[in-house]
């Protein structure tokens, strides 16, 4: 099975600031990575797609780059609303596997 | 609009089962690769089972393989897991989620319901 691998597990930031969170996989799965963003109490939504590809209606401070084994997703500069737990996926191939997540707080 | 409806979590005790559904709309169910992900209360998430569109396809991971079945009624555009053998680490939030034609696996998600189990 591959692994994913989030860090920082946690990230304490203030609104304006570039984060960038990592995630590594235990082999390769060239671009087959997404993120995603949830919000205590609610479903996790889709952030971004096949590495770097902005899901529509994703704002665009939001982005995402690397390809085989090493993902960064970037928050160009923090807002309000972007305080919660951010997750990478996997599927390149079954099993699908996360990463497991990343709490953004604030600072 | 694309809904996904999730119903049938409660409480069962370990050993039991139980068979959660999700209730689709908004899109071409027949089409559409789905999935079933869960989360432990205070936990990530976990990816638990995917079917293809014609329902001839299905995945799962190790941790539910041989306990859980997923299936479909494309009739009914209605997603399904039944659940058997069930544990108290099969505590979570079912959450079910559309995939995004190939591009990703979980695009649309559903607001999930909660299973319980527990003696």
């Known amino acids: 099975d591959i692994q994913m691998t989030q860090s920082p597990s946690t990230l304490s930031a203030s609104v304006g600031d570039r984060v960038t969170i990592t995630c590594r996989a235990s082999?390769?799965?060239?671009?087959?990575l997404a993120w995603y963003q949830q919000k205590p109490g609610k479903a996790p939504k889709l952030l971004i797609y096949?590495?770097?590809s902005l899901e529509s209606g994703v704002p665009s401070r939001f982005s995402g780059s690397g390809s085989g084994t090493e993902f960064t997703l970037t928050i160009s500069s923090l807002q309000p609303d972007d305080f919660a737990t951010y997750y990478c996926?996997?599927?390149?191939?079954?099993?699908?596997?996360f990463g497991q997540g990343t709490k953004l707080e604030i600072k | 609009e694309v809904q996904l409806l999730e119903s049938g979590g409660g409480l069962v005790q370990p050993g039991g089962s139980l068979r959660v559904s999700c209730a689709a709309s908004g899109f071409t169910f027949t089409s559409h690769a789905m999935s079933w992900v869960r989360q432990a209360p205070g936990k990530g998430l976990e990816w638990v089972s995917d079917?293809?569109?014609?329902?001839?396809?299905?995945y799962y991971a190790d941790s539910v393989t041989g306990r859980f079945t997923i299936s479909r009624d494309n009739s009914k555009d209605t997603l399904y897991l039944q659940m058997n053998s069930l544990r108290a680490e099969d505590t979570a939030v079912y959450y079910c989620?559309?995939?995004?034609?190939?591009?990703?696996?979980?695009?649309?998600w559903g607001q999930g319901t909660l299973v319980t189990v527990s003696s």
């Open positions: 079917i293809s569109g014609s329902g001839g396809t299905t």
């Open positions: 096949k590495a770097s």
């Open positions: 082999q390769s799965i060239t671009i087959w």
């Open positions: 996926q996997q599927y390149n191939s079954y099993l699908y596997t």
């Open positions: 989620a559309k995939g995004r034609g190939g591009a990703a696996p979980a695009q649309y």
